[in-house]
């Protein structure tokens, strides 16, 4: 029995999960995949936007441009990395210079601070490799790039040191208001009794919420393939290019990342499977195309990945934070797309302060708001590595030679709160595997220290959980001990 | 600072055959930096034969060939580090490297030899669409699992790129019981050799399809299912002609990149053509005093290849020494040009004073050619015209220029290297 | 009279070759462009061989695989009941290379031997 339980350890969900670690309640998050960060927020623009997109008076509006602010102090508290670059709304045709003005007014009523426009030649001068036809572009300094993986681990794990608990490989199967007035969650891992039900399910929060209310949801899957290019030419652009948006959404951006690789995407494809991350030709072809009507010649030669991320996206385009009507108890936090990375901070703040009215929470008085990350190695002074060395040398073992991560990062992300159990549970901690090579050197050396650490046979050693074992089995078999 | 007179990047073959010639040329102050637990670099894991048939006139396997060179080191007592990656290399050929037992430290070298060779192509390079699953490999990788570590990737595999090491992996996954179901290429020729085609994928019966790529990878957690596609002469597939396997594992097998992030940090100039440092007849890059050879130089077919040029530059760098480190003399040089199917020279620059009595300049040659000719001119004389019943891209070819040739050309500016239909 | 097409191996050309047999006997080679061509087809067809190589499982080595070779050709049509008797076969570490590990594989006359070093732990 608990008081609170959290559906869904995504970004949102682990906001809320740090928010409600400050109070004197037992919380508890259920995940159905093998670790946090599964679903859409490991497959994003990984873009803190400055808020000048979403309708004036919109809960999008207003938590976008609140979860901006905070994302300063939170990215010191968590010690992850976050880069104020500035983004750039790019107009490419005469006649639609109107519409920078109009992103401007919205922006300015919405409480952006610092938007400008820009000529021709002033967008020029910031990007030189903006395309030909620019004709003007929005400035927004407040803009940033935010590793969506590391803002969201980093979350989970400081709720978790607070004492909130994770489940994962935990899959909600059906939610029933008991006779006891509590809140009974069937799971394929037994049943949890809770008062309260936060259900940050991602693509799956219409299921979820379905399960206990009448006034149905419907989440539309749509679909962003992306292209990750090579740090090689992660400077191209220093400022995230936006194109003027449409209907559909922000269109396809190019924006260096905040670990120094350049990222263009996404295309925007409404499908109807909650489990479609499938790139297409199509999709992936787009993606350059529409790039390159803002930023010329892209050195699309250089990428080294592509991916594709779905966005909950709900016909009326707005976040749905709020206790469900027909549900006492139950609060949704749904429609959570673009730029629910950048408001993540400030929905976990919303969520957390409904909650502390509604049940009358308390501050716990030993709560730790700061975590320390996985100490990153690379840049550091032979002095500072040799420290290092000497209190653990596995610090001097370099495992992935294109991200530079040594066996010592590894063994930190694996034995930390909520730590790694897969290769990908290490890369996205350490950046292990996330090179140009994309782990053909390092993922046997990998297994082998997940193998040693965690006592996993090799073929149980997974990608990300479930059924993505690497390996099958031994050649010719194991010995037998007879 | 420690100080050692040659620093070479890398344990493999090129590194191994470096270091044995710059000792037997004398030089005693001589350290290899190998990465990995063990000498021998990635012949290690190929544990097929057929290496060896130049160096050794015998058929060796990879390892077996491995250990004809670390013998030797271990003979003479050349001083090596393992477990040891190289951070940087600084332009005056400071090398910062890092192990568990030293931690981070930095030795000033005389000369470096760069023998870090090549990595293969990873999936994402090649833009495949579909899901992003367990169960693709690039075949390199899987060859270390199934040699090395002993585990297997899967049942059912289908390969894409037949590059030699993909025929290779075709073989190995068969014998240790799996079902090859397909060899897709997306040109209309291999790139492996003509042998293994036959005793890789022949002997057992292994279609191999030329003009064909991956369109499609089934499976959100783990490969189930991978469709293949013709190309056109666009290389675009067309439509109409998807063909779908059930599989579990997904060997790529897609090109070989040389893995010069530490040359372009040193500030080695590249080739944009081969990715290797652009070199002289020396083996010399822009930098004095830094040599390169084996696959980081350019990406060769046999060993025995980078055996005999790693011996060059090893030689060369004890040469520079012996000559007091001077920078190589730029005034005089002759430009080795490629040009209508050759794609590259190696080397690039020859300065007729440094060069050996025999020289011998390797390239790749970009299409399959049959009874054409390889031509070489001398500014705009044609010295050279041989002809060849077949020249194909997975083959160097090699020409060899005499130093009293060269001499008796005064004045000569330019060599040019092309293929000719007559 | 029998009939079989092969791919000459003697270089990139991989001229396709057309061996006819009478009594297990070749009596002509078509499609060969040099003297290379000829004399493979006339060994691929009616003696071919092939050298194996693979990995036997060890134990108390610094590894747990060695890798092998047999020591010379063995039948092309003995390479599957070869791999039978490597993939049964486990040994002691040490191992080093030119070792025998399988004598006289799958009746071939040939033995299996070591192609590297694994040394006791």
Known sequence: MTDVIIIGAGVSGSAVARELSKYDISTCVLEKCEDVCEGTSKANSAIVHAGFDAEEGSLMAKLNVRGNEMMDQLSKDLDIPFKRNGSMVVCVHKDALDGLKELYDRGVANGVKGLKILSREEALEMEPNLSDNVEGALYAPTGGIICPFELTIAMAENANMNGVEFR?????????????GFWHIRTNNGEYVSRYVVNAAGVYADKIHNMVSADKMHIIERRGDYCLLDKEVGGYVSHTIFPQPTKYGKGVLVTPTVHGNLLVGPTAIDIENKEGTATTAMGLNEVTAKASENVKNLPMRNV??????LRAHLERHEFVIEEVKDAPCFIDVAGIESPGLSASPAIGEMVGNMLKEKMGLKEKADWIGTRKGVIKTEGLSIEERNELIKKNPAYGTIVCRCESVTEGEILDAIHRPLGARSLDGVKRRTRAGMGRCQAGFCSPRTMEILHRELGIPYEKITKSGGNSAIVLERTKGEVSMS | MKSVDIVIVGGGPAGLAAAVAAKEAGNDSILILERDNELGGILNQCIHNGFGLHTFK?????????????????????????????????PDKTVTAMNREDGMFQIKAKAVILAMGCRERPRGALNIPGYRPAGIFSAGTAQRLVNIEGYMPGR????????????????????????????????????GLKRNIVQCLDDYGIPLKLSHTVVDIEGKEHVTAVTIAEVGPDRKPIPGTEERYTCDTLL?????????????????KMSPVTSGPIVNESLETNIPGVFACGNVLHVHDLVDYVSEEAKRAGQNAVKYINDGCKDADTSDVIDIVATEGARYTVPTTINVDRMDDLLTVRFRVGDVYKNSFVSVYFDDERIMHNQKRIMAPGEME??????SQLQEHKGLKKITVKIEAE | MEIKELTCIGCPMGCQLTVTLENGEVTEVKGNTCQKGDIYARKEVTNPTRIVTSTVRITGGDKERVCVKTASDIPKDKIFEVMKDIDAAVVAAPAHIGDVLVKDVAGTGVDVIATRNVEKV
């Open chain 1, 304 to 309: 080294i990945t592509s991916f594709a991320g």
């Open chain 2, 252 to 268: 790529l097998s897609c090109g070989l990149i040389p893995e010069n992030e530490l040359s372009r940090s040193a500030g080695v």
């Open chain 1, 168 to 180: 994962f490989n935990t899959e909600v199967e059906d939610i029933k208001k008991g006779d006891d």
């Open chain 2, 156 to 191: 059912e595999v289908v390969i894409l790129g037949s590059g030699d090491i993909g025929l290779i992996m075709a073989r190995r996954m068969t014998l240790e019981g799996a079902k090859v179901k397909v060899v897709a290429e997306l040109l209309p020729y291999s790139g």
């Open chain 2, 398 to 403: 090699q020409v060899i220029l005499r130093k």
């Open chain 2, 58 to 90: 015998e058929e060796l396997t990879g390892p077996e060939y491995a250990y004809r060179f670390i013998k030797q080191v271990l003979d003479l007592g050349i001083e090596y580090k393992l477990h040891t990656m190289v951070m940087d290399i600084a």
